[in-house]
């Protein structure tokens, strides 16, 4: 059987503990517009994300978050995933077509690490109503409806204290996700990877962070806008609605332009995003950092927090 | 065997009746950087383009597109691609690697629209003198050293007036282009057509022309900026270089932002581009566009003009 | 007695044919802020204007232009203007205080083109409401809190069909403004004067066009914004709320990049501009562009329309 | 006799103890037009400059900054304000015309700071050779030339440790600059203090440092850019070239957007800086903020460092 394949990053499952105040954080600051609200979950997209939703937000006791959503090539690649993680010792739950409201069948299962992913291939693509969609028809709603109003979902940045290299080794080897870039100690372990199965540098970045509360933690998932003027627009934005954030940046791993803001009622870190750079040659070699230039492949230039005090405020993946 | 893949558009080969003029326009104005100077051929990239050359140009009687060049995901596709190619009766000839500075073996052959194009995997990514180099390990040169300075190549756009709906059927069913977005009429001919072989709207788009000089022609090529902003800086520069333009402004059809000007030494038309969108949908619907939304999907803003001008100033392909 | 002087353009007093689209276009397109709604006027500003308002909008027959508000240095100068008008034999009418609500004593009076100006000093600085207040001390409201959101008001562009070297003459010496560039033809008639009492280039243009229905006609109001990408983000949304726009475009003459779009209740063209410079040499010589350079001095890149259209598209002023 | 009155920010004459350095940085890297050299003497200007030289650099034992020189709204205002400093004891020393290149007659005498200021109207608009004028003729020189390609000259920023409230008396009384914002603490003493004669909010900010090494010191001078995303642009320059600096940040006070950059030949930091707002209104009362205000005064957001820092790391004044 012809190996399985993901597509692209889907979704994330978020729960909040203050599920007013993060609906207002995503819809009216950042600008998310809502595809549906069902049995107290609302699922959210940007108005250049093509399907259901990219972000589900509900109440919970405590903000975290559920699992992350992965589209695949192929419908076969869905089963083709399941036949191969279970090959590979891997616990998988099959989750039935539109239990979660717009995805197909899926299978969910737990990475080393302990994050959870999701697998599926079927996903709707609900008509927007005339008022919010977009005059274009490549695009889904009208831009610049509201808040920042960035274009699409981008990546997620995940942490981990434990079974780093397994995970690395995993996400690689099962998942089919290609190193674009990497950092790394004398011993040649991977402290930090950015990995995709798309041309991006990054679907998702992996951090080994030894001394984090829980094994599997959510560092920030990203947003990403069309212009570096974007996401000054968007500290301003950010400011006159109250909101503390670091950066504006450029990071030197992936060349983007980034801000980050914590959703207040989940707590989950929120990056905005732009620039960077787009990997099309099939012999990428990983660009290898190493542990002494940390601060530089993080910041070129820009506004920078403490690495530890950014860690600190992850939350936690389950 | 499996079937052989286009990973990305590599490099255009050009020929200028003015030699001087066309490296002034290139290295100056839009700020390519110049890789090697080899037997009179100019061997040009931009500071984000990670191999040898994107853009090749040397003196001739006459302002022509020799060929253009694609490299393929595996080595073992080059030679996929000439028996598949042969297989459907088409002639190809074999280029020796090195033949062409910094490019490996290659297979060379036509269009049925006449246009020539060229497939090989290897090619060499030089080391980059310091001076020029950037301080970032993640990118080839300096950026902002001169002109308008461009990131990277980003598609060519081509006209046919011969064998249009075999040309169309040949890229997507022998090459392996997807059509991402089109324009067609009543009969569901197409028109034009958006397709590429990465995540974006297109690598190369074809128009169907019939009232062009000679069968094959190229209407421009294109690199990308990564700011709105490039381009009107860009707008700014071509003026006080006392070049005359069209643009700025926003295509529907890939939703990017745009000024075309022409090289005066070979007559070809180049793109400044920004924007639009990226594809990671697998099961991608091409988006369509009646022939009578023609003036909107090239315009969806700003300045335009009259395409039976832009169509008159295309430059043969050979 | 000293030479009264003016020292800023204050409002422009509309009339609209359809109250309801031209409040649905400056509120939530052009996204200006409602300061008070009085007997049926309402008073707009944007984020960044100080005062009262500088925009008034009416329900009436028909789309035309009162007259156009300017404050003086002082307070005297207001009754220093009534003096000096007199003694031109001009006729002046004086608006009791805080009958134009939030402008305290004011004259109004003709130009030789016919347009009615007025004079002010005394202007109210409403406390803004908590929620629509900006975080900054020197910002009157929060920044892109809906539509384009321009930063301020910036200047008038007048049309006449009589008396236009009377009313230069009278700008100039009568008024105090400064011209600071012009367009003129070989017998140095002036055609067309950029002209201000600020450093900018202009707060008030005005156009010598023969051929117009009536004979004071308004050819335009601006509002600026902080950046280029404003004007190109202000494109996306105009086209999202379906209206048409000229631009965008860079003016050789005051270097300002535009888009050119219309109120659709009272026919008033909105010129949404950005860049320029500004004057602050004291002996500025003013720039002299001569007839046959009137488009390159329009447009020195971008979208224009056939100035005739342009001209057509004016409305009256009173 | 009327009250003499400055109209602008003229020129710096910064002396250099590493001039070739210094030359590099401002000619390469920020993009500085070089007007001419007399007698190991740059003149230097920004390309929207209209006026001869808006810095001088020259070699001397160690960087420092000679005088700041203003140019008078008239001729007569340089004699004017000769009468008004011997009014008030100040000595003036007399600059005959043509002793500095470019400046006419002038007068220079030192604030109670210690700073010594000139003062002159007539000055010099040398034609511009034709391959690096401006196709535009209200431009000096071609845009985006080389470097970072600021518009303008903007303002100066000083510190001192003796004599500030009487310089600050001094500059608004005796030189008639307007105060725009400040600082100051519960007493009422202004700790810092943002003035203009012209409508920017500052052509020069005075900042109260009781712990400087020297009296009078230099904390930075700024040149200014059109657009937000060319503050951006010159990060990556500056990176490129190897420069370390404080920024992209907002000041709250001023909203201006900034870089702070130090030039390595003389130690004179200058800030590239954009945005911001004007001051047109006549009965403009100074923007007050407490000192417990000060970070969010100096930092909207973005990048800052320390105060203490920045402030060991200014220029003599002399």
């Known amino acids: 059987m012809e190996k399985p394949e993901i597509a692209k990053l889907g979704y994330v499952a978020l729960v909040s503990s203050d599920l007013q105040k993060s609906l207002t954080f995503f819809r009216d600051v950042i600008g998310l517009e809502e595809t549906a609200e069902i049995d107290g979950v609302h699922y959210l997209r940007a108005w250049g994300d093509f399907q259901h939703h990219t972000l589900s937000v509900e109440q919970g006791e405590s903000g975290y978050v559920k699992h992350i959503g992965w589209r695949t090539k ?8 399941r036949a191969l993680l279970e090959e590979q010792g891997v616990d998988v739950r099959t989750v039935p077509a539109w239990e979660t409201p717009g995805i197909g069948e899926a299978v969910r299962f737990s990475l080393p690490s302990g994050h959870t992913f999701e697998l599926y291939y ?58 674009r870039e990497l950092l790394e100690n004398d011993n040649q372990d991977i402290l930090a990877g950015w990995m995709s199965v798309t041309q991006l540098v990054h679907d998702v970045a992996f951090v080994v962070r030894p001394e984090t ?19 000054l627009r968007a500290a301003d934005i950010l400011k006159e609605h109250g909101f503390d954030f670091v950066g504006p940046g ?16 989940s707590g989950c870190r929120v990056e905005l995003f732009t620039g960077g750079y787009l990997i099309f040659e099939p012999d990428w070699e990983p660009v ?13 230039w820009g506004d920078s927090i403490n690495a530890k005090e950014l860690v600190k405020t992850t939350i936690e993946a389950r």
Chains 1, 2, 3, 4 share one sequence.
């Open 250 to 265: 450029k990071h030197s791993i992936s060349q983007a332009m980034y801000i980050y803001v914590t959703d207040p009622g």
């Open 288 to 300: 290898r950092w190493h542990e002494s230039e940390r601060a530089f492949g993080n910041t070129y």
């Open 213 to 231: 509360d829980t094994p599997a933690r959510v560092h920030h998932i990203s947003y990403w806008s069309d212009d570096s003027q974007d996401i």
């Open 74 to 81: 192929k419908r076969e690649d869905v089963e083709g995933f």
């Open 122 to 179: 079927d996903i709707e693509k609900p008509e927007v109503e005339e008022h919010r969609r977009s005059v274009l028809k490549n695009q889904t709603y009208k831009a610049w409806a509201k808040g920042i109003s960035p274009r699409r979902f981008d990546h997620v940045n995940l942490h981990t204290s434990q079974q780093a290299p397994e995970t690395f080794e995993f996400l690689q080897n099962v998942l089919g996700f290609k190193m």
